[in-house]
């Protein structure tokens, strides 16, 4: 996208004259008048720079920002490297949209090519697409890849994010498949649940785990698949990319399908988008796979090219057989994620990761010590962990004023609590020493 750049008068003429037309209406003249607008918009007056920027300042002023965050639940506050900023800020690269006709611009093309070979190293699995909305919304694409005739049954792990349970739901209704959860036990997917629910049904086309959980807990993403497959049906993986530093990947875990939410890879927290969802699945289910796809190749006089490839299944080559309607991403998010990852390195990567569960530990250890704010459950986990308190709403307000968010609340009463590298030990002992107080106060 380049410069805004004005025209004049008579510029605008030559334009018009060009394209065969002596005016702006005759240009519109294929718009039938019906639903033409025939006056002006009715909008309030211009403001100044300076009456724009006092109000923008008065809107942003209302946010409250917290310098110290002990919260996460699918949203996670990381390290952004400055270089991640400055390069993605470069105007070459500012659209949210992905290019049509994206041939003539290999630049993009190999943008995204880096991209998807990225993600295949991360989660070990043989080719990834070029990105879709967010994590939720590749859960739902995912589970779409594994219905086939007789096999229409979603099966999700109640250990999975709201969110991504209302997303694949909401896929399903349109589909006309039905969604069933499987049950935890001790904050972790009921493994015995899952063997029956699966052995009775023959109906299932896939089993959905989120690893870590919603919880933090971090599954037997290894046995639980297995399960899925001795019924026949196929095991996705839906997975947080930086505990992939330090975990099993979902290749060596199984998984047919590897899924989740590329916002840990350098995108900041912002109200909720816009985010990523990064998709990657063996290849056998890769003509299965939505959206985009860009290849390596070479043109007539030999030099690497790179092509959008394997589109058959897109609703704008098969607009009845389509398999999806995600036929756009959000690119620039998706080059967010390259340039953290190249930025960071393998080390400096897997370095983030084990702060974030080493500073982890220490938080659980620090919290759960306080009077009514033991362990939830005892499984191990990454960075998030959910303890047990008294008063919820009294704790998160007393944190609050001292600038601290707190964990989130959960309908049982207690709080889900996450920890990354960005947490200082300074921070988590201050922590645990407000909490101490708070607690303290608590007839018990």
């Known amino acids: 996208m380049g410069s805004y750049i004005p025209s004049t008068e008579e510029e605008q003429n030559q334009m018009l004259s060009s394209a065969g037309f002596d005016s702006f209406d005759g240009l519109f003249s294929q718009i039938p008048e019906s639903v033409r607008l025939n006056r002006l918009l009715d909008l309030p007056q211009g403001l100044s720079e300076l009456e724009v920027r006092r109000k923008m300042g008065g809107i942003a002023a209302e946010n409250k920002v917290f310098p110290t965050v002990f919260r996460g639940a699918g949203a996670y506050r990381h390290y952004i ?5 400055r390069i993605t800020a470069k105007e070459n690269f500012l659209t949210a ?18 991209y998807q070979t990225m993600i295949c190293e991360l989660t070990g699995m043989d ?21 086939d005739r007789g096999r229409t049954t979603v099966y999700l792990s109640a250990a999975t994010h709201p969110d991504t349970i209302r997303t694949v739901r909401t896929y399903a209704f349109g589909a006309n498949a039905e969604v069933r959860l499987v049950p935890i036990k001790d904050g972790a ?7 029956t629910l699966l052995s009775e049904d023959k109906t299932a086309a896939c089993f959905f785990l989120q690893q870590p959980n919603y919880f933090g807990t971090i599954e037997d993403a290894q046995a639980l698949g297995e399960i899925a497959h001795a019924s026949g049906a196929k095991f996705v993986m839906g997975c947080n990319p930086v505990s992939l530093a330090v975990l099993k990947t979902p290749a060596e875990c199984g998984a047919d399908i590897a899924v989740g939410e590329g916002q840990p890879l350098g995108m900041p927290l912002g109200f909720g988008g816009p985010y990523l969802g990064f998709m990657a699945c063996k290849k056998a289910m890769m003509r299965r796979l939505p959206g985009r796809i860009v290849g390596q190749t070479s043109d007539a006089a030999g030099n690497r090219a790179f092509v959008l490839t394997l589109q058959a299944r897109e609703q704008h080559i098969r607009r009845e057989k ?13 080059l967010t994620a390259s340039v953290y990852l190249s930025v960071m390195g393998p080390d400096g990567f897997q370095s983030a990761a084990r702060q974030c ?3 982890a530990h220490y938080a659980a250890e620090k919290i759960s010590a306080v009077k009514g704010f033991e362990l939830k459950n005892k499984s191990e986990f990454f960075h998030e962990f959910v303890t047990g308190c008294p008063n ?33 030990k300074e921070e988590i002992d201050r922590l645990a020493g407000l909490l101490e107080e708070d607690s303290n106060e608590i007839d018990f």
């Not at 080719?127 to 219905?147: I, K, L, P, Q």
């Not at 389509?322 to 998706?334: D, F, P, Y």
């Open 357 to 359: 569960y080493s500073k």
């Open 322 to 334: 389509a398999l999806s309607n995600i036929c756009s991403n959000e690119a620039l998010c998706a």
């Open 189 to 195: 997917t009921d493994a015995d649940a899952l063997k």
């Open 81 to 85: 490297p400055a270089a991640v900023t």
């Open 392 to 424: 919820p709403e009294k704790t998160l307000k007393m944190l609050e004023q001292q600038g601290i968010l707190g964990g989130l609340p959960l309908p049982d009463g207690g709080l889900l609590w996450c920890v990354t590298e960005l947490n200082t």
């Open 97 to 114: 949209y992905t290019p049509y006709q994206a041939e003539i611009s290999q630049g993009i093309l190999q943008s995204i090519f880096e």
């Open 127 to 147: 080719v990834s697409n070029a990105s879709v909305y967010d994590g939720a919304n590749a859960a739902a694409e995912a589970a779409a890849m594994c219905r």
